[in-house]
């Protein structure tokens, strides 16, 4: 009765995971997809920020990850991480920046889970994810 509790690889529990993924680099949107899509997550990607938040906001259920850049041309992704959570107080959030690094947000009041440098392996993405959807 509880068999996907029980599966330790963890892919029954992340299987069809709602990932919500905002860049403003098409490129990046397009590869989080690829590599995320066949390891059974299901993505949804968004250009905009503002349109991201948008959707996030009325979302039932709430995707179970936000993945964002930090610079993008309308909000930061620190902006986009705390709007989120003023909604979902829980909601996990990767960060990605080729930027900025990990001080970016050390005195902030709300931080991501978890921190990922620009440029990134597909297995960094994936192992990331995967982190933070199996806590």
């Known amino acids: 009765m ?22 403003d680099e098409p490129m990046l949107l397009e590869l989080a997809a690829v590599v995320l899509e066949p390891l059974g997550y299901s993505v949804k990607s968004f250009r905009d920020p503002d349109q991201a938040l948008q959707a996030f906001t009325s979302a039932r259920p709430k995707p179970a990850l936000v993945i964002t850049d930090y610079a993008m041309h309308t909000m930061t992704g620190m902006d986009l991480i705390a709007a989120c959570r003023e909604v979902e107080p829980h909601q996990k959030v990767l960060l990605l920046s080729g930027t900025v690094d990990q001080t970016v947000y050390r005195g902030a009041s709300t931080k991501p889970d978890k921190f990922l440098a620009k440029p990134y392996q597909a297995k960094q993405l994936a192992g990331a994810v995967k982190t933070l959807l199996e806590n």
Do not use: R
């Open 2 to 23: 509880n068999e996907a509790k029980v599966n330790s690889s963890g892919s029954t529990k992340s299987s069809k995971a709602l990932i919500y993924v905002v860049d």
